[in-house]
């Protein structure tokens, strides 16, 4: 019998992939029939919850895939334009560096020591629970001097010997200010561009948009520097280098400070290439059984990570071996850069990430949220991580990486001018300020020798070129050739991006 | 005869014998002068007068395309008028418009300009033209009338050709008030460009005044108080004027940027009624700023060289990039070269001109000179090769030169010794190259000194390094 054709009742139900229909449409709806078949089946098999959970939450959600490597560069059309950087390391102060220390030079504060900051100046600013008590809030001038450095004569803290020696070569911003006051919102707001876990971190975006320079070791990597002391440490989590709602290859891998960077992944005894080899195809064979059954793209970026792992077992050795660094490595970077998992090493370790084309390094260093003794730990925190600082910026820029690598240093927010608990000539303890605080960036993209913005008498509002955290963001995109309102992925039906539905803007005085 | 009669007979023979036409004709002879005599009547003084008259005056930009197109719609009709009459019957009326909106556009713009207390050669030029034109106009409106009758048929065609090269002029000499009178050429080819006079640009000044404030002031208040337009008598287009001041004294007063007018100007928050750049333009940025403050702080000396402590960034910039050829129908191929080789060639950016980038950090060790030839069918396309840490060897600087495009070198940690380099000097486009960690001397790196836009020579851990500070001040 013919039948009309859009009699569609009578019709045999089609496949849907078969159709004549946009891929979009196509991997959507199998997704979608992902989600279907697992409900259909949990009310039978139980042992199916138990694999969804192995596979991450994604296979439940049934979210559109997201496209791998090179796919969402190409679809995108990334790089948007030529960019200036072509990779970055961003050093990551955990805990709120205090830019009234480092930083931020007020001349006038000694005069007012111990006297409260007038009302007029605090505002209706929020306070944490930590100083909402206080009865006053006296003024703690910053206990150590500041010096000129270099050409541009910049004022840096004499607790920065070495960051004043490359002072010309930053780009230094005094008016980055935040909109959250804790820790865990204010660092997902820096990382991810919102307050909330979930979304897409810095690193992964770049990954997923930019795609990898070098296909054995992975697009984002993470290096956590060890505890020093035991307190102030706030502790940072995975979910600063997850991939949010994209394709958990986007992720950031991270090495690990002490033992094997990366765990089992020397070749057990009795266990050759070979065999790992003839183990990994028959894993990825069932894993792509698993795809065809049930569609859920996240299988294929574990077969992604399964080859990744394996040519990582040849390139991470290589990686970590620094017996052939020269001896001015060493003169230059300090004796602690021989100690895996100190700020030095892992300084090191992202100028070598930085030389074999990773995109994104990021480097952790915790410690810096001092709500008291401050003249205790600073000087400590400070000293760990000065020498590397300038000791990575220096070698990437007599190695000719400077001119294609952007450096980024920053915390999740500033502290405050006056004292949390007591305040005495010799100590004084300092919380969380959202309001202003320096970062600085150095080399693609960025005009060295500068500092932008300006803020009051008092460290405590910005009175002059405000940097939020979203130009921020947009402004490292930009760097790295990414317009950041067109570095977009569809998720719960919105176009999602970085900086967010906020508008943001490039700060074009930072750009080189 | 009397003088009165003689008078009489003169006029009975000049004037036209209509009443209506002679009356018509002493209008416009009375609206002439007055149009003459109104730069006297109205002197341009550099002082800005009523806030209404500058209110009103800037609708003059906006008004000032009509009389435009009206104008030169004129000619148009006539001549479509001898295929089409109907169409020249209308360009008597389309003329007298004209006129009429030319009146109103100088009357708007004599508002503009002596409200807001302009002035300047270009401006007087501009103020000329637009009362010439106007007056042309209206000659044009009256002896329209004789040439359609015949009874003087060249004067019309005359004055209303005189009356488009005056318009012309006229609008030019307004876009260079408005848009600084390098406007049109500032994008012109350099082939075009030297046929135009030279500039006094001093390009050999080294003073930080030639180098810095006055390219600043240059770019950002030029425009108002400069040759072509002097707003409050100030002129900042050479040092003497900018030290002079305008009508309300000096505006820099050296050691003292705080009392320096300029400096108060500029710094003022931006919805300030007295901020400079006026009229919505952009603000001078911080750095800018900065220098200006710096220089006025040590004594805004027209011969200081350098000031200690200012960062200057590089005098010259690097030469813009040539953009490549369109590879999209080796797209297939370059993907091959992938799965082949290993090596990636991936795009600079979206746009094709950008050129390709050559990866080869995935097979580092096992890429050679023979590898490299494969690519050389890309060459032109390529505008950045990274072979750090290859097996390349010297022999590949055959292959290279053939890399016409290249901007970016990295041959960091090759076996590569120097040894030809001198046939990378014809790659003018070279701006960057990566030889850290090789075996290069001094003497083989040398012949590199002739190549003018390699600006970023890498050198570290090489023969050739320059030694350190450090190094230098341990050896003294």
Redesign the interface.
Known sequence: MKQHPLCTDTEHEHSVLALPVPAGVKQEWAALQTRRQFLGRTGKVLGWAALASLLGDRAMRGDTPSPSYGQAAEALKLPHFAPRAKRAIYLFMSGGPSQVDLWDYKPNLPSLYDKDIPDSVRGSQQLTGMTTGQARFPIAPSHWAFKRYGETGTWVSDLLPYTGRMVDDLTIIKSTNTEAINHEPAIMLMNTGNMNAGKPCLGSWLAYGLGSMNDNLPTFMVLQTKLNTKENNQPVSSRLWSSGFLSSEFAGVGLRSAGDPVLYLTDPSGVDREVRRRMLDAVNEINRQTFEELGDPETNSRIAQYEMAYRMQSSVPELADLSKEPKSTWDLYGPDAREPGTFAYNCLMARRLAERGVRFTQVYKRGWDMHDNVTGILPIIAGETDRGCYALVTDLKQRGLLDDTLVVWAGEFGRTVYSQGGLSPANYGRDHHPRCYTTWMAGGGVRPGITYGETDDYSYNVVKDPVTVRDFNATILHCLGIDHNKLTYKFQGLDQKLTGPVPASVVQDLLA | MSTRQRLAVLADRWLPRSKKTRAAWIVSLAVSLALLALPWLMRMDGKPHADWQQFLGRFHPLLVHIPIGLIVLVPLLEIAGSFKPALRESAGFVLALGFASCLASLALGFLLAYGGGAAGTVLSRHMWGGIALTIGALLCVLARPWWTSGTVPWAYPALLLSVMFALVWTAHQGGSLTHGSDYLTRYMPPGLKRFLPQSQANATSVSFYARHIHPILDANCVGCHGDSKSNGGLRVDSYDLLMKGGKDGPVIVPGQPDKSMLLVRVTLPSDHKQFMPAEGRAPL???EIAWIRAWVAQGASPAITAL????E?EASKEPP?QPVGDYSALAREIGQMDAGLGA?L?P????PE?GLVL?T??VAGNFGDAQLAQFQRFAPFIVEA?L??TAVTDASFETLAKFTHLR?L?L?ETGVTGDGLAKLTPLTQLT?L?L?GTKVTQSAAAVLGSMKNLR?L?L??TPAQPASAAEQAQAK
């Open positions: 940025r911080s750095e200690p402590g200012v960062p960034p990039p990636k991936l600079v950016s979206s746009k950008d990866y950090v995935n990274e750090g840490r970016a990295h960091e960057y990566n850290s970023h890498y570290y851990n």
